[in-house]
């Protein structure tokens, strides 16, 4: 009975100190190099998820796009038929452009993720990782600047005119660009949804071995 305990007590804490390596990894996984040797693994659960998750983001760009071409129709209308000063038109303009550049570059990150965690090709993400996090910010500030832009632009005007209408949709479009894609920052664990289980397991560019991360 002794020598049954014992080995149950070592094998608990060598599944514990696997445990423990294991989730030092999934750390430094976002900070992996481009020539790190580990092997590429597919992840289906996680790629399934992320699959339509990188649909919902591709929707976002869209509605990002309209709402910064509305934008910019808008703030062209008006100043054609006004003198109004253009630093308001010109900062919701370069506001709506900017929620779509962010909500285009949360897309292709996510692509390439979907990439790696499909068994394609690795996806590097670890260089990018900290411009999705900073971009999401950078979107809400977006889209804050051009709903209030917008705001303006439907006081000043009546609905008969098309600046009215156009910073109207081009307001809406671009809140619903951030909202679906411009705040989706790439996460090395998945998209949300995935099992914890998986997550804690799995990570963009996992390491075959601990030893090569020190």
């Given amino acids: 009975?002794?020598?049954?305990?014992?080995?149950r007590v070592v094998r608990v804490r060598a599944a514990a100190g696997?445990?423990?390596h294991s989730l030092l990894d999934v750390r430094r996984i976002?900070?992996?190099r481009r020539n790190d040797p580990g092997p590429l693994v597919a992840q289906p659960?996680?790629?399934?998820?992320?699959?339509?998750?990188?649909?919902?983001?591709?929707v976002g760009v869209v509605f990002a796009l309209?709402?910064?071409a509305a934008m910019v129709g808008s703030s062209v209308t008006r100043l054609r038929l006004t003198d109004v000063a253009p630093v308001l038109p010109a900062a919701g303009n370069a506001a709506a452009v900017v929620a779509a550049l962010v909500a285009l570059l949360q897309n292709m990150l996510w692509?390439?993720?979907v990439r790696e965690w499909e068994g394609i090709e690795p996806a590097h993400a670890h260089a990018w990782y900290s411009l999705s996090a900073n971009g999401r910010w950078l979107a809400i500030i977006a889209a804050g600047?051009?709903?209030?832009?917008a705001q303006q632009t439907m006081i000043e005007?009546?609905?008969?005119e098309a600046a009215w209408w156009l910073a109207f949709v081009g307001a809406l479009a671009a809140l619903a660009g951030v909202a679906l894609a411009g705040v989706q920052r790439l996460r090395p664990d998945g998209p949300p949804g995935v099992p914890a289980h998986i997550r804690r397991n799995h990570r963009l560019r996992q390491p075959s071995r601990t030893g090569e991360n020190r």
């Fill in 18 to 20: 696997q445990h423990q």
């Fill in 111 to 113: 692509r390439r993720a």
């Fill in 1 to 7: 009975m002794g020598e049954d305990g014992g080995g």
């Fill in 157 to 160: 005007t009546t609905r008969a």
């Fill in 45 to 58: 659960a996680i790629a399934a998820r992320a699959r339509r998750h990188a649909q919902m983001i591709k």
């Fill in 66 to 68: 309209v709402g910064a």
């Fill in 30 to 32: 976002w900070r992996r």
């Fill in 145 to 149: 600047i051009t709903a209030w832009s």
